[in-house]
């Protein structure tokens, strides 16, 4: 018989990630920023030149290696490619001791 196990909804979480809910959020931003490239029909060389990165540091992003890559260069990547970035900060339900960072794409 196979087990499962429920996911918190974070796979970095559940596979023991450190900085889980940054890698979440890092990996959230580079599927849209790889969205919106493919929406804009960019090759690599076009975006790097675009969002200031190189073209090898813009592909390893796009393939989920971004921890050399800060959340605020991501969103700086998506300033560059016309889209608002809003930072939105609330208070947690009480029924959470910690607050939860999420994105949330309109």
Do not use: W
Request: glycine share 8%; hydrophobic share 40%; proline share 2%.
């Amino acid at each position: 018989m196979v087990e499962f196990e429920e996911s918190s909804g974070n796979v970095y979480k559940d596979l023991g990630t450190a900085n889980a809910s940054e890698m979440q959020v890092k990996s959230q931003l580079a599927a849209k920023i790889g969205e919106i490239i493919k929406a804009r029909h960019l090759t690599q060389v076009q975006a790097s030149e675009i969002l200031g990165l190189s073209q090898p540091k813009l592909s390893e992003m796009l393939r989920g290696k971004f921890r050399g890559i800060s959340e605020a260069k991501m969103m700086e990547c998506l300033l560059l490619l016309g889209r608002d970035v809003q930072i939105v900060v609330k208070s947690a339900p009480r029924s959470r001791k910690e607050g939860r960072l999420e994105v949330v794409f309109t």
